[in-house]
Structures are given as structure tokens and as C-alpha cells.
């Protein structure tokens, strides 16, 4: 195995790709990498903008004899998912990525690599820098903040952009095209932390879930994956009360729109209740990892003896806590009955964690029908509601309508047929593009996706297809070769 990426073809596009991995640039930690793409852009004597919500904006003419083409956004986003497996010691703001070559993949050792998005971040940034390829007007579009809100893509301005047409390179199956996609909406729920004294006699322990392999809460939630959270509760929920277990804090789950790979507590149980916790957790981590088997065989659970916390949750509050969790909707909700395969209503039961003043609750909600989207909002709301909870919904995002008429998928499905002999797949997808933010407010933009083939993105998982970089970017340049005249 090696880690030297820049020698993979096409290298143009891998030696951009291995300069971000430098750049530490988890979401909402992005100056550095800002600074970089403005640099990258003056340094080529091109037209560069950054604007007030942190994307950054490079221009380049037409090619001699490609004045006449329609003008295309090449757009990616900035930012990166932070994610590192137990016990990697990793600083997401400080330390480079590390890329691995193994073999027809390119992962990360031990964290999220960064190709969702940094290998449509890479592609752009070839186009840009290229002497020889001939292309329209072209305008690079390196939206900030896109895995924590779409920050970027929410506060793009009206007419800074020129271009015609868009394409997305945030896409994760080399071959197809998404020309449509799901809206979201975030539920933030929390209950005031209310405490007792933890009784007398009692013992303190962590409680751990991990081992499964999380992933994107968009594009992998179909695969039916183990979410740690929900194994948590559920074990609380089925054997606290007869192991007379208190909960003393709870560090369950992390990013909103990745599915939970592990989650801890701490908690408490009288002083001769220690064996029978330990073996309620093995009997337990059996049927779970029985109903995962085929999904997701790497649960495991362990105990581990810890100081007795001084203080644990109130009675109630546990109660109440522990089953609003366990009645919150996880998983899918709906599957479309227009598009086959394509989920069309789910939600993410993302984070569960207690600080010294509440414990907070987040979910991400997605569908591409806006009506289904408020009606399971309403749910989740009234389960946290009926617990007592503090229910709030934030950062709505719109979803992406396909047209199917589009002029830029035309050129699509024209070029790959005549590059390889079959018509690309052509479909929507379960997760965030920024398309439906960005069509709000360029309206007549034309728009589709495309990317290579990712997989575990917003995990320690994520791996990039090495070939998939190279007929992607292919693709890419006989697209732009090709594009319509105004």
C-alpha cells in the first residue's frame, strides 16, 4: 500500500485533490482552505470573488473558438465531514488528511478522506488550471459549509453568477446523472437537565456502542445500517429498570447527516448489580447483532467499571428521555412510488448528548416531497412534545425538481453514449445538493450532477474508486467540449 496519490491518473485532478487533503477544512473551519482557493485563483490571473457566506467564485474565458458556448458553473463545496475511529487521535483543524492506496480504492488511514467533495473541488480546479482543454465560459463555484447547513449555497447572492448552466460534481456513482434530489430540515429537541444526587451504594460504569459502520444519512440510509443511538436507548429502555440503572451523561451519536457509528454513557446501579448489568449487555449485544448479521455485523457492546458519578438525572427526566428516544421515527418512512428504488421520506436520529445545563437531541429530516417532510416533522415533534421536551426545526432546505427536459442532460446522456456505448442512468437521490438551494436563487440554471464512485462517505469508510476519478473526469471535459451554443 502507498500513500503517494499525486502519481494516480488523470494526475492533474489527484495532484489537486492530494494539496486539499494538506488544508485541514472540517465545516465551519474553513478559512484556511478559502484563502487557499482565492490564492489558486489570482494565481492564474483569473477573475476571483469571495463573497460574504465564504464561497468562492473563479472565472475563466472561453477557449479560442468556444466564444459561441453557453457558459457552465462548475460547482463543488469546500468543506469535509470529520469523522475518526475510536481511538485515532486526529485534530480535524490542525492535522492534514493522511491518503492510502489500496488497491482500486483511495481511502483515509483511520478518518473521513475527503473526497466528498474534495474530488469535485480537484476536477474544477483541473479545468481551471488547464492550457489545453477547450471549454465556454467556465465558472468555478466552491460553496462553504455545505455538510453543516449549506451555509454557502443558502447565502449565494443573486447575480454573481454568469453561467448559464450548472454542473454539480458532488454526485457519488461514476455513470449516472442526478437531476433531482431530497430537501431537509433539521429537529433540534432538549430537555433542561434536572439532577439527583446518585444513591447511595451505587457504582458507576460506561456504556458503549460501537463497531458499526455509520455512513451518509442521505444516500446509505436505505441500506438498513445499525443506529448506535437507537441501540443505546433501546437497551436502557428494556433492562434500566430492572437493573435499577440512573443515567449520569450521555455522548451518543455526532454529525447530523451521519448516521451514528457509537455512542457512551455513564451511568450508575447498585453496588450488587454489577454482574447482572454485564450480563444483560452480552445477551443483549447477541440479538442485535443477530438482527444486523447481513447489514452490519460489527456491533459490540462493552461495560466498563468507572468512578461513581455524584450526580445522575432525575427519575422523570430519565424516564421521559429514555422513551421519547425510543419513539422517535428512524430509518426510512416512505419509499417513492414515482421513482423505483429511491427512498423518498426518512430521518436521521443523529445525536444524543448531555452537557452541565441540558440534553440535546438532533435529527435530520429529508424528503423530496415537502408535504411529507412537515408531516414527520409533526411526529417527531409531538413525541419530544408529549416527553416535555423543547422542540425547534431550523435550517430547511428545499429539495431539487427534475427536469427532465434539461438542455445540459441532453449533452449528458449524449456524450457518455458516444464514450461508452450505453446511456447513463439518470435518476434523483436521497440527500442534500446544494441544486435546490442555488436553483432558489438562479432560477433559470440548468443544472445536473455528476461524480465519481464514493463509498462510506461521512465515515472512516469513505474510499474514492480510483478508475471511477479518471472516467468522471473524462466525462467532465467531453461535456464541456460539447456544450450548446448560446
Same mark, same amino acid.
Given at each position: 500500500?502507498?500513500?503517494?496519490?499525486?502519481?494516480?491518473?488523470?494526475?492533474?485532478?489527484?495532484?489537486?485533490?492530494?494539496?486539499?487533503?494538506?488544508?485541514?477544512?472540517?465545516?465551519?473551519?474553513?478559512?484556511?482552505?478559502?484563502?487557499?482557493?482565492?490564492?489558486?485563483?489570482?494565481?492564474?490571473?483569473?477573475?476571483?470573488?469571495?463573497?460574504?457566506?465564504?464561497?468562492?467564485?473563479?472565472?475563466?474565458?472561453?477557449?479560442?473558438?468556444?466564444?459561441?458556448?453557453?457558459?457552465?458553473?462548475?460547482?463543488?463545496?469546500?468543506?469535509?465531514?470529520?469523522?475518526?475511529?475510536?481511538?485515532?487521535?486526529?485534530?480535524?483543524?490542525?492535522?492534514?488528511?493522511?491518503?492510502?492506496?489500496?488497491?482500486?480504492?483511495?481511502?483515509?488511514?483511520?478518518?473521513?478522506?475527503?473526497?466528498?467533495?474534495?474530488?469535485?473541488?480537484?476536477?474544477?480546479?483541473?479545468?481551471?488550471?488547464?492550457?489545453?482543454?477547450?471549454?465556454?465560459?467556465?465558472?468555478?463555484?466552491?460553496?462553504?459549509?455545505?455538510?453543516?447547513?449549506?451555509?454557502?449555497?443558502?447565502?449565494?447572492?443573486?447575480?454573481? @453568477?454568469?453561467?448559464?448552466?450548472?454542473?454539480?460534481?458532488?454526485?457519488?456513482?461514476?455513470?449516472?446523472?442526478?437531476?433531482?434530489?431530497?430537501?431537509?430540515?433539521?429537529?433540534?429537541?432538549?430537555?433542561?437537565?434536572?439532577?439527583?444526587?446518585?444513591?447511595?451504594?451505587?457504582?458507576?460504569?460506561?456504556?458503549?456502542?460501537?463497531? #458499526?459502520?455509520?455512513?451518509?444519512?442521505?444516500?446509505?440510509?436505505?441500506?438498513?445500517?445499525?443506529?448506535?443511538?437507537?441501540? @443505546?436507548?433501546?437497551?436502557?429502555? #428494556?433492562?434500566?429498570?430492572?437493573?435499577?440503572?440512573?443515567?449520569?451523561?450521555?455522548?451518543?451519536?455526532?454529525?447530523?447527516?451521519?448516521?451514528?457509528?457509537?455512542?457512551?454513557?455513564?451511568?450508575?446501579?447498585?453496588?450488587?448489580?454489577?454482574?447482572? @448489568?454485564?450480563?444483560?449487555?452480552?445477551?443483549?449485544?447477541?440479538?442485535?447483532?443477530?438482527?444486523?448479521?447481513?447489514?452490519?455485523?460489527? #456491533?459490540?457492546?462493552?461495560?466498563?467499571?468507572?468512578?461513581?458519578?455524584?450526580?445522575?438525572?432525575?427519575?422523570?427526566?430519565?424516564?421521559?428521555?429514555?422513551?421519547?428516544?425510543?419513539?422517535?421515527?428512524?430509518?426510512?418512512?416512505?419509499?417513492?412510488?414515482?421513482?423505483?428504488?429511491?427512498?423518498?421520506?426518512?430521518?436521521?436520529?443523529?445525536?444524543?448528548?448531555?452537557?452541565?445545563?441540558?440534553?440535546?437531541?438532533?435529527?435530520?429530516?429529508?424528503?423530496?416531497?415537502?408535504?411529507?417532510?412537515?408531516?414527520?416533522? #409533526?411526529?417527531?415533534?409531538?413525541?419530544?412534545?408529549?416527553?416535555?421536551?423543547?422542540?425547534?426545526?431550523?435550517?430547511?432546505?428545499?429539495?431539487?425538481?427534475?427536469?427532465?427536459?434539461?438542455?445540459?442532460?441532453?449533452?449528458?446522456?449524449?456524450?457518455?453514449?458516444?464514450?461508452?456505448?450505453?446511456?447513463?442512468?439518470?435518476?434523483?437521490?436521497?440527500?442534500?445538493?446544494?441544486?435546490? @438551494?442555488?436553483?432558489?436563487?438562479?432560477?433559470?440554471?440548468?443544472?445536473?450532477?455528476?461524480?465519481?464512485?464514493?463509498?462510506?462517505?461521512?465515515?472512516?469508510?469513505?474510499?474514492?474508486?480510483?478508475?471511477?476519478?479518471?472516467?468522471?473526469?473524462?466525462?467532465?471535459?467531453?461535456?464541456?467540449?460539447?456544450?450548446?451554443?448560446?
Amino acid at each position: 500500500m502507498s500513500s503517494d496519490i499525486r502519481n494516480l491518473e488523470p494526475k492533474a485532478v489527484w495532484g489537486f485533490f492530494y494539496e486539499l487533503t494538506r488544508i485541514p477544512r472540517p465545516s465551519r473551519h474553513e478559512e484556511a482552505i478559502q484563502e487557499f482557493m482565492v490564492s489558486f485563483g489570482e494565481k492564474l490571473g483569473l477573475e476571483t470573488v469571495k463573497d460574504s457566506a465564504g464561497n468562492v467564485i473563479i472565472r475563466k474565458p472561453a477557449t479560442p473558438g468556444m466564444e459561441d458556448r453557453k457558459g457552465i458553473v462548475l460547482q463543488a463545496h469546500l468543506d469535509m465531514v470529520p469523522q475518526a475511529n475510536r481511538g485515532k487521535e486526529h485534530d480535524f483543524t490542525k492535522d492534514p488528511i493522511t491518503p492510502v492506496i489500496d488497491g482500486e480504492w483511495v481511502r483515509a488511514d483511520g478518518t473521513t478522506l475527503g473526497s466528498d467533495n474534495g474530488i469535485g473541488v480537484a476536477a474544477a480546479m483541473a479545468v481551471l488550471a488547464s492550457s489545453d482543454i477547450p471549454h465556454g465560459p467556465v465558472e468555478g463555484l466552491f460553496t462553504a459549509t455545505e455538510e453543516t447547513g449549506m451555509d454557502g449555497a443558502e447565502g449565494l447572492e443573486p447575480g454573481l @453568477l454568469q453561467g448559464d448552466m450548472m454542473l454539480n460534481l458532488d454526485s457519488e456513482d461514476e455513470g449516472e446523472v442526478y437531476v433531482g434530489c431530497a430537501g431537509g430540515l433539521d429537529g433540534n429537541f432538549s430537555f433542561p437537565l434536572e439532577i439527583d444526587p446518585t444513591p447511595a451504594g451505587h457504582v458507576g460504569f460506561t456504556l458503549s456502542v460501537t463497531g #458499526l459502520a455509520g455512513g451518509h444519512s442521505g444516500v446509505e440510509i436505505h441500506l438498513e445500517r445499525g443506529n448506535a443511538n437507537r441501540v @443505546l436507548f433501546r437497551f436502557l429502555a #428494556l433492562h434500566g429498570p430492572e437493573l435499577g440503572l440512573r443515567i449520569a451523561s450521555i455522548d451518543a451519536g455526532g454529525l447530523r447527516n451521519a448516521i451514528p457509528r457509537e455512542a457512551f454513557a455513564t451511568v450508575a446501579v447498585p453496588s450488587g448489580g454489577a454482574e447482572a @448489568l454485564a450480563s444483560a449487555v452480552a445477551a443483549f449485544e447477541e440479538t442485535v447483532k443477530t438482527e444486523l448479521s447481513s447489514v452490519d455485523p460489527g #456491533l459490540h457492546m462493552e461495560v466498563e467499571s468507572c468512578d461513581a458519578p455524584a450526580r445522575v438525572l432525575a427519575a422523570d427526566l430519565q424516564g421521559r428521555l429514555v422513551r421519547a428516544v425510543n419513539g422517535c421515527p428512524n430509518g426510512i418512512i416512505r419509499w417513492s412510488t414515482e421513482v423505483p428504488n429511491l427512498v423518498e421520506t426518512s430521518t436521521n436520529l443523529a445525536s444524543v448528548k448531555s452537557d452541565g445545563e441540558r440534553i440535546a437531541i438532533q435529527c435530520l429530516l429529508r424528503s423530496s416531497v415537502d408535504s411529507a417532510k412537515d408531516a414527520l416533522a #409533526l411526529a417527531l415533534g409531538s413525541v419530544f412534545e408529549l416527553a416535555g421536551a423543547e422542540v425547534e426545526f431550523a435550517g430547511a432546505y428545499p429539495g431539487w425538481k427534475p427536469n427532465m427536459d434539461s438542455e445540459i442532460l441532453k449533452v449528458m446522456q449524449d456524450t457518455y453514449e458516444a464514450m461508452h456505448g450505453r446511456v447513463p442512468e439518470t435518476m434523483a437521490i436521497h440527500a442534500g445538493l446544494e441544486c435546490g @438551494l442555488i436553483g432558489a436563487v438562479y432560477p433559470n440554471l440548468d443544472m445536473a450532477s455528476l461524480g465519481p464512485t464514493i463509498r462510506g462517505p461521512h465515515s472512516p469508510d469513505e474510499r474514492v474508486q480510483i478508475k471511477t476519478v479518471g472516467l468522471f473526469y473524462d466525462w467532465l471535459l467531453e461535456i464541456l467540449r460539447n456544450a450548446p451554443t448560446t
